[in-house]
Structure formats: structure tokens, C-alpha cells
Nanobody, 126 residues
């Protein structure tokens, strides 16, 4: 069993930045691949970013095309926490942002994830 708690959401102006956090408990965090997804009103949940465990001192990371160059996913295994730094935010990126976890390879597919947090609301105003 893995429990995930997201935080860091809030209201930000277009072009601004937010840093989301996802704290994990109940399992060995360093062995988990983590993902960030978001769901806007009336829309399906969509992939944002994913990060795997350390391999050779580096972390594999993957991003949706829409956020490449603006968002950065990272993790701190000592704190059992994954982060999503979001820069140059756009109003259309207003959504509930969810953190997910799985025990194998990183994935951009929602159904591959076994555990989910409650989500944190991000509102980008114009």
C-alpha cells in the first residue's frame, strides 16, 4: 500500500510559476516510478510528466509535448517526495493535478499507475 499527498497548488497569474509536491508513504519510495497527471473541468485526465528511479546516478524523465521546456519533474528520495516545477503557466492549464505511483518503469499512461493522491487544484488566471 502506498499513500500519496499532493500540495503546492493555488492561484497564479498567467506566466507565473508554481511548484507542486507529492509526498509518499507506505512503501520504498526510491523503488517507485512517479507520474504527474492533470484533469481540467469536462476533460479526461492527461499525462504531464513522469520520473523513474535512479539508474547510474541519473533519473529518467519524460514530459508531455505541451509542457516540455516549461515544466521540470524531480525527486528527493531522502524526503520521499517528487516535485513538479511549473513555469510560464497558461490559463488553459487550470486543472486538478494528480500524483501517481507504480512499482516498475515510468509511464505516460494513466492505467499503468497503481496509486493516486487526492489531487491539488491549480488555477491560472488571465
Amino acid at each position: 500500500q502506498v499513500q500519496l499527498v499532493e500540495s503546492g497548488g493555488g492561484l497564479v497569474q498567467a506566466g507565473g510559476s508554481l511548484r507542486l509536491s507529492c509526498a509518499a508513504s507506505g512503501s520504498t519510495f526510491s523503488s517507485l516510478a512517479m507520474g504527474w497527471f492533470r484533469q481540467a473541468p469536462g476533460k479526461a485526465r492527461e499525462f504531464v510528466a513522469t520520473i523513474g528511479r535512479s539508474v547510474g546516478g541519473t533519473y529518467y524523465a519524460d514530459y508531455a509535448d505541451s509542457v516540455k521546456g516549461r515544466f521540470t519533474v524531480s525527486r528527493d528520495n531522502a524526503k520521499n517526495t517528487v516535485y513538479l516545477q511549473m513555469n510560464s503557466l497558461k490559463p488553459e492549464e487550470t486543472a486538478v493535478y494528480y500524483c501517481g505511483a507504480r512499482r516498475y518503469l515510468p509511464s505516460r499512461y494513466e492505467l499503468d499507475y497503481d496509486y493516486w493522491g487526492q489531487g491539488t487544484q491549480v488555477t491560472v488566471s488571465s
